[in-house]
């Protein structure tokens, strides 16, 4: 405590120079000043603990300076020198933020006593503004912490959900799976039959063109049938497959060659970026252009009046993305959580198994695929196949 700094503000010289020397002597370092104007700069610069100002002063009232030094400098405590018979005054300054007052004439002893008094009164309340930031601190670190806590609970909430509805996804494939397999094989059976007596049945009327034309509608009814069944067979199970070390790009040039013709009668640009050589993976090749036979045709049915095809390929060592994205009329949002599902179409010939069968067999490697529906249109399938 005995080095702390001091200030005295008195415009009676005699005042300064009598309390200077005892309160040095007592061991504080003393600043002086004999306006208030000087005080505030020496303040500023010093920054001491405590302020002697005296209330009548000839430029700035003493009441001024008081809250002057109270409001630019908190730090610094202010003891007020009064004349005597001013009590009601006093009152008023400890109001105004003096930490005390004196009247004057006074003894040293009682100059002493106060400034002991306020410096320990000053120390306690620093401490206790300091101990209150520290809980402040502390308190906003909770709540940062609690907002980065909510953050992680949100994200592994979201993956939760993620990873729940892939696995409502595989269940609803595995169980269509089972009983598509029994139907279709019980399906089939008659139905190649009702198509063979229908081929039968042509031969004996052959002269009436209205009965061939019925036959033949039940020929090509009977093969549209079996052709959902087949399709049908295809998105829940597989069938046989052969690996083989596999260049996706020469896969995905073939299939997209294979659209060339219609791409160009649609007026569709196709903008297709293979990288070279990513290390090959072990497929069954025609399982990989199923995949990308069945994005690129939902692709170019969404663009019949014209657009632009993507289709591009990028690997990061760990994994191969392929990228392909239409210009066309997007997809709702309602819908993005159910066109993987087996059945859902928005066609009116569709059989809505395309993406359940592209969602099979990125499983079955794997791998993974997203949709995303652009804000004004045109959709994107990122489909990842771990290369390993
Ligand atoms: N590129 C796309 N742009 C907009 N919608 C799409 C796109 N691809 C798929 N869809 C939506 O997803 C649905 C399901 O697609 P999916 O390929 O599974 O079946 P489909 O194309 O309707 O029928 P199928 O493929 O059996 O002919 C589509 O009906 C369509 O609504
Ligand atoms: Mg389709």
């Given at each position: 405590?005995?080095?702390?700094?001091?200030i005295?503000?008195?415009?009676e010289?005699?005042?300064?120079?009598?309390?200077?020397?005892?309160?040095?002597?007592?061991?504080?370092?003393?600043?002086?000043?004999?306006?208030?104007?000087?005080?505030?700069?020496?303040?500023?610069?010093?920054?001491?603990?405590?302020?002697?100002?005296?209330?009548?002063?000839?430029?700035?009232?003493?009441?001024?300076?008081?809250?002057?030094?109270?409001?630019?400098?908190?730090?610094?405590?202010?003891?007020?020198?009064?004349?005597?018979?001013?009590?009601?005054?006093?009152?008023?300054?400890?109001?105004?933020?003096?930490?005390?007052?004196?009247?004057?004439?006074?003894?040293?002893?009682?100059?002493?006593?106060?400034?002991?008094?306020?410096?320990?009164?000053?120390?306690?309340?620093?401490?206790?503004?300091?101990?209150?930031?520290?809980?402040?601190?502390?308190?906003?670190?909770?709540?940062?912490?609690?907002?980065?806590?909510?953050?992680?609970?949100?994200?592994?909430?979201?993956?939760?959900e993620?990873?729940?509805?892939e696995?409502?996804?595989?269940?609803?494939?595995?169980?269509?799976?089972?009983?598509?397999?029994?139907?279709?094989?019980?399906?089939?059976?008659?139905?190649?039959?009702?198509?063979?007596?229908?081929?039968?049945?042509?031969?004996?009327?052959?002269?009436?063109?209205e009965?061939?034309?019925?036959?033949?509608?039940?020929?090509?009814?009977?093969?549209?049938?079996?052709?959902?069944?087949?399709?049908?067979?295809?998105?829940?199970?597989?069938?046989?497959?052969?690996?083989?070390?596999?260049?996706?790009?020469?896969?995905?040039?073939?299939?997209?060659?294979?659209?060339?013709?219609?791409?160009?009668?649609?007026?569709?640009?196709?903008?297709?970026?293979?990288?070279?050589?990513?290390?090959?993976?072990?497929?069954?090749?025609?399982?990989?252009?199923?995949?990308?036979?069945?994005?690129?045709?939902?692709?170019?049915?969404?663009?019949?009046?014209?657009?632009?095809?993507?289709?591009?390929?990028?690997?990061?060592?760990?994994?191969?993305?392929?990228?392909?994205?239409?210009?066309?009329?997007?997809?709702?949002?309602?819908?993005?959580?159910?066109?993987?599902?087996?059945?859902?179409?928005?066609?009116?010939?569709?059989?809505?198994?395309?993406?359940?069968?592209?969602?099979?067999?990125?499983?079955?490697?794997?791998?993974?695929?997203?949709?995303?529906?652009?804000?004004n249109?045109?959709?994107r399938?990122?489909?990842?196949?771990?290369?390993?």
């Open positions: 405590m005995m080095n702390e700094k001091i005295v503000i008195d415009d010289k005699m005042i300064l120079d009598l309390t200077a020397m005892v309160l040095q002597h007592r061991g504080y370092e003393v600043f002086t000043a004999d306006n208030a104007l000087d005080g505030y700069n020496i303040i500023a610069r010093e920054q001491p603990a405590v302020a002697l100002l005296d209330y009548m002063m000839p430029q700035v009232n003493g009441l001024t300076a008081l809250r002057e030094i109270r409001q630019r400098f908190p730090a610094t405590y202010v003891i007020m020198f009064t004349g005597k018979g001013s009590e009601e005054l006093a009152v008023e300054l400890m109001k105004a933020g003096a930490a005390d007052y004196i009247l004057k004439p006074f003894s040293n002893a009682n100059l002493i006593d106060r400034i002991d008094g306020t410096l320990r009164l000053r120390a306690i309340e620093l401490r206790n503004r300091e101990l209150l930031e520290e809980r402040e601190r502390l308190l906003a670190e909770i709540a940062e912490w609690n907002r980065e806590l909510e953050h992680r609970v949100t994200v592994k909430s979201h993956e939760l993620r990873a729940h509805a696995i409502l996804q595989s269940e609803k494939l595995a169980a269509l799976g089972h009983l598509s397999a029994g139907m279709a094989h019980e399906i089939r059976n008659p139905l190649n039959s009702i198509g063979l007596f229908a081929q039968v049945l042509r031969a004996g009327v052959v002269q009436d063109p009965m061939v034309s019925y036959t033949e509608k039940i020929v090509s009814e009977v093969e549209r049938i079996d052709d959902i069944l087949v399709k049908l067979l295809a998105s829940s199970r597989r069938s046989l497959f052969q690996l083989r070390s596999i260049r996706v790009q020469d896969v995905i040039s073939q299939v997209v060659a294979s659209f060339e013709e219609q791409a160009r009668l649609q007026h569709v640009e196709m903008a297709v970026e293979l990288i070279d050589s990513p290390p090959a993976i072990l497929a069954d090749g025609d399982e990989l252009a199923q995949i990308f036979t069945n994005l690129i045709a939902n692709a170019l049915f969404e663009m019949r009046e014209g657009g632009r095809l993507g289709v591009r390929m990028e690997h990061d060592g760990q994994s191969l993305t392929v990228v392909v994205s239409d210009t066309g009329r997007g997809i709702p949002a309602e819908n993005l959580s159910k066109i993987f599902d087996p059945f859902f179409t928005t066609k009116e010939k569709g059989t809505g198994f395309g993406l359940s069968v592209v969602l099979r067999i990125v499983k079955t490697y794997g791998g993974g695929i997203r949709a995303e529906s652009g804000p249109g045109g959709s399938f990122v489909v990842s196949l771990p290369l390993a």
